[in-house]
């Protein structure tokens, strides 16, 4: 997920989730066009 959606890691933290570490860097076609960086996100599954 884009690491500027802020609005959605806001909900993703708030149902478990979390930044494991990894990270990449995409470089978008077009040029003038900033690169994003998309981080991973992760949570633990238990079952009830």
């Known amino acids: 997920m884009p690491e500027a959606d ?3 890691m806001a ?3 708030g149902a478990g989730f979390a ?3 990894a990270a ?3 470089e978008a076609a077009d ?4 690169p994003v960086r998309e ?3 992760s949570a633990a599954l238990v079952a009830e």
């Open 6 to 8: 802020a609005i959605r």
């Open 11 to 13: 909900f993703l933290r």
């Open 19 to 21: 930044a494991d570490g």
């Open 24 to 26: 990449r860097l995409l």
């Open 31 to 34: 040029a003038g066009t900033a």
């Open 39 to 41: 981080v991973r996100l």
